[in-house]
């Protein structure tokens, strides 16, 4: 298990972009895919992005797929995803996930408790 803190969210308008963040703590030197996932009111969660430990794998979710960008930095043991373009739909509470098995379909075993982002029309 990791510890996972998620920041970066808020209200922005259509147009705008956010950065959030994924900071975690545990082993220093632990593998972990990492990926973001989100929740909008009254849907299922839905898989939005996920990096590989190396950085050199990554998947998007169609629905993002060119505007959302996700990285991380092992060095600070943090992963970012760049939202640029949003929409309305956008809107959700965004949550970054850890999957020990460094598989970037999972399954994630450690989840941080979410942020919410807001995207006004």
């Known amino acids: 298990q990791v510890q996972l803190v998620e920041s970066g969210g808020g209200l922005v308008q259509a147009g705008g972009s956010l950065r959030l963040s994924c900071a975690a703590s545990g082993r220093t030197f632990s593998s972990y895919a990492m990926g973001w996932f989100r929740q909008a009111p009254g849907k299922e969660r839905e898989f939005v992005a996920a990096?590989?430990?190396?950085?050199?794998?990554?998947r998007y979710a169609e629905a993002v797929k060119g505007r959302f960008t996700i990285s991380r930095d092992n060095a600070k043991n943090s992963v970012d995803l760049q939202m640029n373009s949003l929409k309305p739909e956008d809107t959700a509470v965004y949550y970054c996930?850890?999957?020990?098995?460094?598989?970037?379909?999972?399954?994630?075993?450690?989840w941080g408790q979410g942020t919410q982002v807001t995207v006004s029309s």
């Open positions: 990096i590989s430990w190396s950085g050199g794998s990554n």
């Open positions: 996930a850890a999957a020990s098995n460094n598989r970037l379909a999972g399954p994630y075993d450690s």
